[in-house]
Protein backbone atom coordinates (compact mmCIF):
# COMPACT_ATOMS: atom_id res chain seq x y z
CA UNK A 1 0.00 0.00 0.00
CA UNK A 2 1.17 3.44 -1.31
CA UNK A 3 1.61 5.88 1.89
CA UNK A 4 0.36 9.04 0.97
CA UNK A 5 -0.18 11.38 3.78
CA UNK A 6 1.75 14.55 5.60
CA UNK A 7 0.34 13.36 8.80
CA UNK A 8 1.02 16.47 11.76
CA UNK A 9 0.78 15.15 15.64
CA UNK A 10 -0.87 18.14 17.47
CA UNK A 11 -3.57 20.20 16.17
CA UNK A 12 -2.51 23.57 17.87
CA UNK A 13 -0.88 26.88 16.49
CA UNK A 14 2.21 25.26 14.97
CA UNK A 15 0.45 22.05 13.96
CA UNK A 16 -2.74 23.60 12.28
CA UNK A 17 -0.28 26.46 10.83
CA UNK A 18 1.97 23.51 8.94
CA UNK A 19 -0.86 21.83 7.85
CA UNK A 20 -1.79 25.04 6.08
CA UNK A 21 1.41 25.35 4.62
CA UNK A 22 0.98 21.55 3.45
CA UNK A 23 -2.29 22.05 1.76
CA UNK A 24 -1.22 25.00 -0.02
CA UNK A 25 1.42 22.84 -1.54
CA UNK A 26 -0.95 20.15 -2.84
CA UNK A 27 0.40 17.83 0.23
CA UNK A 28 -2.74 15.47 1.31
CA UNK A 29 -2.53 16.64 4.89
CA UNK A 30 -4.11 14.24 8.12
CA UNK A 31 -4.18 16.24 11.39
CA UNK A 32 -4.24 14.04 14.50
CA UNK A 33 -5.12 15.13 18.19
CA UNK A 34 -4.58 13.49 21.73
CA UNK A 35 -6.98 16.10 23.32
CA UNK A 36 -9.77 18.62 21.75
CA UNK A 37 -8.71 20.67 19.33
CA UNK A 38 -9.97 24.29 19.97
CA UNK A 39 -12.62 25.91 17.69
CA UNK A 40 -10.82 28.42 16.03
CA UNK A 41 -8.44 25.73 15.09
CA UNK A 42 -11.47 23.25 13.49
CA UNK A 43 -12.83 25.78 11.66
CA UNK A 44 -9.48 27.23 9.95
CA UNK A 45 -8.73 22.64 9.13
CA UNK A 46 -12.56 22.49 8.49
CA UNK A 47 -12.18 25.54 5.64
CA UNK A 48 -9.72 23.82 4.19
CA UNK A 49 -11.11 20.66 3.76
CA UNK A 50 -7.90 19.06 5.83
CA UNK A 51 -8.63 16.16 7.32
CA UNK A 52 -8.48 15.99 11.19
CA UNK A 53 -9.41 13.74 14.38
CA UNK A 54 -8.83 14.88 18.13
CA UNK A 55 -9.58 12.79 21.46
CA UNK A 56 -7.56 10.59 20.33
CA UNK A 57 -4.85 9.44 17.59
CA UNK A 58 -5.64 6.50 15.01
CA UNK A 59 -2.54 4.54 15.33
CA UNK A 60 -3.14 2.22 12.41
CA UNK A 61 -3.85 5.25 9.92
CA UNK A 62 -0.99 6.96 10.87
CA UNK A 63 1.43 4.51 10.89
CA UNK A 64 0.12 2.51 7.76
CA UNK A 65 -0.91 6.39 5.28
CA UNK A 66 1.89 8.15 6.23
CA UNK A 67 4.76 9.44 4.15
CA UNK A 68 5.86 11.93 7.11
CA UNK A 69 5.30 12.98 10.49
CA UNK A 70 5.11 16.40 12.05
CA UNK A 71 5.33 16.19 15.69
CA UNK A 72 4.10 19.20 17.77
CA UNK A 73 6.96 20.04 20.06
CA UNK A 74 5.14 20.08 22.82
CA UNK A 75 4.73 15.68 22.14
CA UNK A 76 7.58 13.32 24.56
CA UNK A 77 10.49 11.93 21.91
CA UNK A 78 9.46 8.78 24.05
CA UNK A 79 5.62 9.25 23.66
CA UNK A 80 4.34 5.10 22.51
CA UNK A 81 3.07 6.90 19.34
CA UNK A 82 6.52 8.10 18.77
CA UNK A 83 8.40 4.84 19.51
CA UNK A 84 5.92 3.24 17.25
CA UNK A 85 6.26 5.68 14.24
CA UNK A 86 10.61 5.28 14.58
CA UNK A 87 10.02 1.52 14.63
CA UNK A 88 8.37 1.83 11.66
CA UNK A 89 10.92 4.17 10.00
CA UNK A 90 8.56 7.09 9.18
CA UNK A 91 10.10 10.17 9.11
CA UNK A 92 9.64 12.39 11.99
CA UNK A 93 10.63 16.17 11.53
CA UNK A 94 9.71 19.23 12.94
CA UNK A 95 7.55 22.23 12.31
CA UNK A 96 10.40 24.76 11.80
CA UNK A 97 12.33 21.78 9.78
CA UNK A 98 8.91 21.42 7.51
CA UNK A 99 9.27 25.55 6.93
CA UNK A 100 12.28 25.65 5.56
CA UNK A 101 11.30 23.48 2.50
CA UNK A 102 9.32 26.11 1.55
CA UNK A 103 10.28 29.72 2.85
CA UNK A 104 11.46 32.19 -0.18
CA UNK A 105 12.85 34.69 -1.13
CA UNK A 106 13.77 36.48 2.40
CA UNK A 107 16.43 38.61 3.62
CA UNK A 108 17.07 37.50 6.82
CA UNK A 109 15.61 34.98 9.55
CA UNK A 110 16.56 35.94 12.78
CA UNK A 111 16.17 32.88 15.79
CA UNK A 112 15.72 34.33 19.46
CA UNK A 113 15.88 31.65 22.50
CA UNK A 114 16.77 31.62 26.25
CA UNK A 115 15.21 30.74 29.39
CA UNK A 116 14.61 34.16 29.77
CA UNK A 117 13.65 37.05 27.42
CA UNK A 118 13.06 35.48 24.04
CA UNK A 119 9.02 37.34 24.20
CA UNK A 120 10.12 40.43 25.19
CA UNK A 121 13.15 40.64 22.79
CA UNK A 122 11.27 39.29 20.07
CA UNK A 123 8.16 41.39 20.60
CA UNK A 124 10.58 44.97 20.80
CA UNK A 125 12.46 43.66 17.70
CA UNK A 126 9.71 43.07 15.22
CA UNK A 127 8.25 46.37 16.48
CA UNK A 128 11.37 48.21 15.70
CA UNK A 129 11.36 46.68 12.13
CA UNK A 130 7.90 47.54 11.87
CA UNK A 131 8.14 50.82 12.77
CA UNK A 132 11.53 50.80 10.04
CA UNK A 133 9.00 49.79 7.46
CA UNK A 134 10.52 46.48 7.10
CA UNK A 135 8.24 43.58 5.61
CA UNK A 136 8.70 41.67 8.99
CA UNK A 137 6.89 38.87 10.47
CA UNK A 138 6.92 38.06 14.11
CA UNK A 139 6.13 33.79 14.89
CA UNK A 140 7.38 30.88 16.13
CA UNK A 141 6.63 30.22 19.99
CA UNK A 142 4.84 33.62 19.94
CA UNK A 143 1.85 34.29 18.51
CA UNK A 144 1.46 32.65 14.76
CA UNK A 145 3.65 29.90 13.95
CA UNK A 146 6.11 29.85 11.55
CA UNK A 147 4.19 28.00 9.00
CA UNK A 148 1.54 30.68 8.67
CA UNK A 149 4.04 33.86 8.51
CA UNK A 150 5.74 32.20 5.06
CA UNK A 151 2.25 32.29 3.61
CA UNK A 152 2.26 35.73 4.08
CA UNK A 153 5.84 36.17 2.24
CA UNK A 154 7.43 38.31 4.57
CA UNK A 155 11.51 39.73 3.68
CA UNK A 156 12.63 39.40 7.90
CA UNK A 157 10.89 36.71 10.41
CA UNK A 158 11.38 37.19 14.05
CA UNK A 159 11.39 33.85 15.57
CA UNK A 160 11.02 33.45 19.27
CA UNK A 161 12.33 29.57 19.51
CA UNK A 162 11.52 27.39 22.49
CA UNK A 163 14.20 24.01 23.18
CA UNK A 164 11.33 21.80 22.77
CA UNK A 165 11.35 22.95 18.78
CA UNK A 166 15.09 23.05 18.60
CA UNK A 167 15.27 19.50 19.89
CA UNK A 168 12.92 18.54 16.88
CA UNK A 169 15.08 20.54 14.80
CA UNK A 170 18.54 19.19 12.22
CA UNK A 171 17.66 21.33 8.87
CA UNK A 172 16.61 25.02 10.02
CA UNK A 173 19.01 27.36 9.80
CA UNK A 174 19.00 31.12 11.40
CA UNK A 175 20.84 33.72 9.77
CA UNK A 176 21.10 35.66 12.82
CA UNK A 177 20.71 33.45 15.86
CA UNK A 178 20.69 35.09 19.58
CA UNK A 179 21.17 33.19 22.91
CA UNK A 180 20.02 35.58 25.84
CA UNK A 181 20.88 32.98 29.03
CA UNK A 182 20.67 29.57 30.17
CA UNK A 183 18.99 28.92 33.17
CA UNK A 184 17.25 25.80 34.92
CA UNK A 185 13.95 25.32 33.24
CA UNK A 186 11.89 22.34 31.52
CA UNK A 187 14.60 19.80 33.19
CA UNK A 188 11.86 17.46 33.73
CA UNK A 189 11.95 17.35 29.48
CA UNK A 190 15.87 16.79 30.07
CA UNK A 191 16.64 14.01 33.13
CA UNK A 192 17.23 17.00 35.07
CA UNK A 193 20.66 17.75 33.69
CA UNK A 194 21.28 21.49 32.92
CA UNK A 195 23.53 20.13 30.44
CA UNK A 196 21.48 18.39 28.05
CA UNK A 197 19.25 21.16 28.35
CA UNK A 198 22.16 23.93 27.77
CA UNK A 199 22.99 21.65 24.04
CA UNK A 200 19.32 22.31 23.28
CA UNK A 201 19.81 26.03 23.71
CA UNK A 202 23.18 25.63 21.27
CA UNK A 203 20.92 23.93 18.64
CA UNK A 204 20.39 27.07 17.20
CA UNK A 205 23.47 28.03 15.81
CA UNK A 206 23.31 24.47 13.65
CA UNK A 207 23.62 24.98 10.08
CA UNK A 208 24.99 28.39 10.41
CA UNK A 209 27.56 29.73 8.26
CA UNK A 210 30.42 31.72 8.06
CA UNK A 211 27.92 34.37 6.56
CA UNK A 212 25.61 34.39 9.58
CA UNK A 213 25.80 35.72 13.19
CA UNK A 214 25.52 34.30 16.45
CA UNK A 215 24.37 36.64 19.41
CA UNK A 216 25.22 36.12 22.67
CA UNK A 217 25.26 36.83 26.55
CA UNK A 218 28.70 36.20 27.35
CA UNK A 219 28.20 37.42 31.10
CA UNK A 220 26.05 33.91 30.78
CA UNK A 221 28.10 31.21 32.90
CA UNK A 222 26.17 28.08 30.98
CA UNK A 223 26.90 29.86 27.33
CA UNK A 224 30.37 30.12 28.30
CA UNK A 225 30.25 26.41 29.23
CA UNK A 226 28.61 25.30 25.83
CA UNK A 227 31.25 27.96 24.02
CA UNK A 228 33.93 25.45 25.26
CA UNK A 229 31.95 22.82 24.01
CA UNK A 230 31.29 23.69 20.61
CA UNK A 231 33.14 26.32 19.81
CA UNK A 232 34.72 24.09 17.32
CA UNK A 233 31.65 23.21 15.93
CA UNK A 234 29.91 26.78 15.45
CA UNK A 235 30.64 28.47 11.91
CA UNK A 236 29.01 32.06 12.31
CA UNK A 237 30.54 35.06 13.49
CA UNK A 238 30.54 35.45 17.33
CA UNK A 239 29.27 38.68 18.57
CA UNK A 240 29.27 38.63 22.96
CA UNK A 241 27.74 41.31 25.04
CA UNK A 242 27.84 42.13 28.29
CA UNK A 243 26.68 44.26 31.14
CA UNK A 244 29.43 43.66 33.48
CA UNK A 245 32.58 44.03 31.87
CA UNK A 246 34.43 45.95 29.07
CA UNK A 247 34.88 43.46 25.93
CA UNK A 248 38.24 43.68 23.78
CA UNK A 249 35.72 42.63 21.23
CA UNK A 250 31.51 42.92 20.90
CA UNK A 251 28.98 45.28 22.68
CA UNK A 252 29.22 46.16 26.46
CA UNK A 253 28.10 48.75 29.46
CA UNK A 254 30.14 51.60 30.84
CA UNK A 255 28.35 54.55 32.58
CA UNK A 256 25.33 53.54 31.66
CA UNK A 257 26.43 53.72 27.37
CA UNK A 258 26.08 50.57 25.96
CA UNK A 259 29.22 50.62 23.35
CA UNK A 260 30.97 48.99 20.71
CA UNK A 261 34.21 47.87 20.77
CA UNK A 262 34.95 46.91 16.77
CA UNK A 263 37.86 44.32 15.60
CA UNK A 264 40.33 47.30 14.91
CA UNK A 265 39.78 48.31 18.52
CA UNK A 266 38.00 51.35 18.18
CA UNK A 267 34.94 52.20 20.44
CA UNK A 268 31.12 53.52 19.61
CA UNK A 269 28.88 54.72 21.98
CA UNK A 270 25.76 53.43 21.04
CA UNK A 271 22.62 53.83 23.58
CA UNK A 272 22.08 55.27 27.24
CA UNK A 273 20.05 52.72 29.52
CA UNK A 274 20.29 54.78 32.49
CA UNK A 275 16.49 54.31 32.68
CA UNK A 276 15.80 50.63 31.19
CA UNK A 277 15.41 48.63 34.55
CA UNK A 278 16.58 45.55 36.08
CA UNK A 279 19.40 43.75 34.61
CA UNK A 280 17.49 41.04 32.37
CA UNK A 281 15.89 43.95 30.61
CA UNK A 282 19.36 45.82 29.82
CA UNK A 283 20.69 42.29 28.51
CA UNK A 284 17.35 42.13 25.95
CA UNK A 285 18.17 45.79 24.85
CA UNK A 286 21.58 45.51 24.13
CA UNK A 287 20.66 42.06 21.97
CA UNK A 288 17.75 44.39 20.60
CA UNK A 289 20.67 46.90 19.57
CA UNK A 290 22.87 44.67 17.57
CA UNK A 291 20.46 43.30 15.16
CA UNK A 292 19.24 46.83 14.61
CA UNK A 293 23.02 48.13 13.52
CA UNK A 294 23.34 45.29 11.94
CA UNK A 295 20.21 45.65 9.96
CA UNK A 296 21.01 49.56 10.15
CA UNK A 297 17.77 50.83 11.46
CA UNK A 298 16.94 54.30 11.78
CA UNK A 299 18.26 55.94 14.41
CA UNK A 300 15.03 57.66 15.23
CA UNK A 301 13.44 54.67 14.87
CA UNK A 302 15.79 52.68 17.13
CA UNK A 303 15.53 55.55 20.14
CA UNK A 304 11.52 56.40 19.52
CA UNK A 305 10.79 52.55 20.25
CA UNK A 306 13.29 51.72 22.97
CA UNK A 307 12.55 55.52 24.63
CA UNK A 308 8.84 54.42 25.22
CA UNK A 309 8.55 50.69 26.06
CA UNK A 310 5.77 48.83 27.25
CA UNK A 311 5.57 46.53 28.92
CA UNK A 312 4.80 42.44 27.57
CA UNK A 313 1.24 41.54 28.20
CA UNK A 314 1.69 38.41 31.61
CA UNK A 315 5.37 39.85 32.03
CA UNK A 316 5.30 41.81 34.83
CA UNK A 317 1.64 43.23 33.76
CA UNK A 318 0.68 45.61 36.42
CA UNK A 319 -3.42 45.42 36.60
CA UNK A 320 -5.60 48.46 36.32
CA UNK A 321 -7.35 47.86 38.94
CA UNK A 322 -5.62 48.76 42.17
CA UNK A 323 -8.11 48.17 45.98
CA UNK A 324 -7.69 50.05 48.66
CA UNK A 325 -3.94 50.18 48.02
CA UNK A 326 -3.68 46.99 47.18
CA UNK A 327 -1.75 46.27 43.39
CA UNK A 328 -1.87 43.20 41.75
CA UNK A 329 0.68 41.85 39.18
CA UNK A 330 0.53 39.69 35.82
CA UNK A 331 3.35 37.63 36.08
CA UNK A 332 2.09 34.47 34.35
CA UNK A 333 4.74 34.36 31.93
CA UNK A 334 6.94 33.06 34.69
CA UNK A 335 7.40 29.78 34.27
CA UNK A 336 10.56 29.30 35.59
CA UNK A 337 12.47 30.00 39.17
CA UNK A 338 14.44 32.59 37.42
CA UNK A 339 11.88 35.21 35.99
CA UNK A 340 9.94 34.70 39.23
CA UNK A 341 13.24 36.06 41.08
CA UNK A 342 13.37 39.02 38.63
CA UNK A 343 9.77 39.86 39.78
CA UNK A 344 10.29 39.47 43.14
CA UNK A 345 13.66 41.56 43.00
CA UNK A 346 11.62 44.63 40.87
CA UNK A 347 8.77 44.68 43.01
CA UNK A 348 8.70 47.11 45.78
CA UNK A 349 6.80 46.83 48.77
CA UNK A 350 5.17 43.61 50.73
CA UNK A 351 4.43 40.88 48.31
CA UNK A 352 1.47 38.58 48.79
CA UNK A 353 2.93 35.62 46.10
CA UNK A 354 0.78 33.36 43.88
CA UNK A 355 2.64 30.44 42.67
CA UNK A 356 2.27 26.76 41.37
CA UNK A 357 1.40 24.78 38.74
CA UNK A 358 3.39 21.76 36.84
CA UNK A 359 7.13 21.92 37.81
CA UNK A 360 9.72 21.13 35.87
CA UNK A 361 12.26 19.77 37.65
CA UNK A 362 12.39 23.40 39.78
CA UNK A 363 15.27 24.19 42.26
CA UNK A 364 13.57 26.98 44.92
CA UNK A 365 16.57 27.63 46.66
CA UNK A 366 17.61 30.46 45.30
CA UNK A 367 14.26 32.53 46.25
CA UNK A 368 14.57 31.61 49.65
CA UNK A 369 16.70 35.19 50.63
CA UNK A 370 14.21 37.19 48.41
CA UNK A 371 11.21 35.24 49.64
CA UNK A 372 12.08 35.96 53.25
CA UNK A 373 12.52 39.21 52.94
CA UNK A 374 9.29 40.49 51.17
CA UNK A 375 6.99 37.66 51.11
CA UNK A 376 4.27 38.14 53.35
CA UNK A 377 1.88 35.00 52.72
CA UNK A 378 1.88 32.66 49.77
CA UNK A 379 -0.85 31.10 47.79
CA UNK A 380 0.07 27.95 46.41
CA UNK A 381 -2.41 27.59 43.08
CA UNK A 382 -1.62 23.97 41.97
CA UNK A 383 -2.63 20.29 41.59
CA UNK A 384 0.70 18.95 43.44
CA UNK A 385 2.16 22.04 45.63
CA UNK A 386 4.23 20.17 47.98
CA UNK A 387 7.54 20.96 46.87
CA UNK A 388 6.82 24.90 47.45
CA UNK A 389 5.16 23.78 50.57
CA UNK A 390 8.53 22.48 51.61
CA UNK A 391 10.75 24.86 50.63
CA UNK A 392 9.09 27.87 52.50
CA UNK A 393 7.55 26.34 55.12
CA UNK A 394 9.62 27.65 57.97
CA UNK A 395 10.25 30.75 56.01
CA UNK A 396 7.09 32.05 55.27
CA UNK A 397 4.24 31.31 58.12
CA UNK A 398 1.18 31.79 56.14
CA UNK A 399 0.95 29.06 53.17
CA UNK A 400 -2.25 28.40 51.80
CA UNK A 401 -3.75 25.80 48.96
CA UNK A 402 -6.58 26.48 45.95
CA UNK A 403 -7.40 24.64 42.93
CA UNK A 404 -9.27 27.96 42.01
CA UNK A 405 -7.91 31.28 40.59
CA UNK A 406 -10.76 32.93 41.84
CA UNK A 407 -9.97 32.06 45.20
CA UNK A 408 -6.15 32.44 45.04
CA UNK A 409 -7.24 35.97 44.16
CA UNK A 410 -9.84 36.54 47.28
CA UNK A 411 -7.57 34.79 49.86
CA UNK A 412 -4.50 36.79 48.73
CA UNK A 413 -6.79 40.40 48.97
CA UNK A 414 -8.08 39.42 52.29
CA UNK A 415 -4.39 38.92 53.89
CA UNK A 416 -3.38 41.98 52.44
CA UNK A 417 -2.77 45.68 53.38
CA UNK A 418 -2.73 49.04 51.87
CA UNK A 419 0.30 48.99 50.10
CA UNK A 420 0.95 45.16 49.45
CA UNK A 421 1.80 43.56 46.14
CA UNK A 422 -0.44 40.91 44.88
CA UNK A 423 2.05 38.46 42.66
CA UNK A 424 0.70 35.94 40.03
CA UNK A 425 4.47 34.82 39.32
CA UNK A 426 4.17 30.51 39.24
CA UNK A 427 7.69 29.56 38.75
CA UNK A 428 6.02 26.48 36.88
CA UNK A 429 4.11 25.69 33.44
CA UNK A 430 0.30 25.92 33.82
CA UNK A 431 -0.50 22.48 32.24
CA UNK A 432 -2.08 21.31 35.59
CA UNK A 433 -4.86 23.81 35.82
CA UNK A 434 -4.66 25.57 32.56
CA UNK A 435 -4.00 25.45 29.32
CA UNK A 436 -1.27 27.74 29.19
CA UNK A 437 0.35 31.06 30.45
CA UNK A 438 -1.79 33.08 28.35
CA UNK A 439 -5.38 31.85 30.17
CA UNK A 440 -3.76 31.65 33.57
CA UNK A 441 -2.65 35.34 33.09
CA UNK A 442 -6.56 36.00 31.66
CA UNK A 443 -8.09 34.16 34.16
CA UNK A 444 -5.79 36.06 36.90
CA UNK A 445 -7.08 40.04 35.36
CA UNK A 446 -10.32 39.04 35.16
CA UNK A 447 -10.75 37.64 38.95
CA UNK A 448 -9.38 40.75 40.08
CA UNK A 449 -11.75 42.67 38.05
CA UNK A 450 -14.23 41.02 39.32
CA UNK A 451 -13.57 41.85 43.07
CA UNK A 452 -12.81 45.24 42.20
CA UNK A 453 -16.44 45.71 41.26
CA UNK A 454 -17.83 43.46 43.52
CA UNK A 455 -15.77 43.66 46.44
CA UNK A 456 -18.50 45.04 48.61
CA UNK A 457 -20.26 42.26 48.38
CA UNK A 458 -17.49 39.09 48.84
CA UNK A 459 -17.66 38.91 52.40
CA UNK A 460 -15.65 35.47 52.84
CA UNK A 461 -17.51 34.28 49.94
CA UNK A 462 -14.81 31.86 48.57
CA UNK A 463 -13.80 30.24 51.93
CA UNK A 464 -15.82 27.27 51.68
Not at 54 to 83: A, D, R, V, W
Not at 239 to 256: D, M, Q, V
Request: proline share 2%; with cysteine; net charge positive.
Amino acid sequence: MKRKYITILGGGESGVGAALLANKNNLKVFVSDSGIIKNKYKKILIKNDILFEENGHTENFIINESIKIIKSPGIYKNNYLINRINLMKIPIISELDFCMKYIKEYNYLIGITGSNGKTTTSSILYNILKKNKCNVGLAGNIGFSFSRKILEKKNIYVLEISSFQLDDSYKFHANIAILLNITNDHLDRYENNIEKYMISKFRLTNNQTKKDIFIYNYDDPMIRIGLKKFFLNIKSNFIPFSAKRKLKFGFYIEKNIICYQDKNNKIHKIFNVKYIYGLYNIYNIIAIIIVSKLLNINNNVLNSVLSNLNSIEHRLEKINYIINGVNFINDSKATNVSSTFFALEKIKGPIIWIVGGKDKGNNYKELVPIVKKKVKAIICLGIDNIKIINMFKNIVHIILETKSMKKAVYISYSLSKPGYNILLSPSCSSFDLFDNYIKKGNEFKKEVKYLFYNRKNEKNKYFY
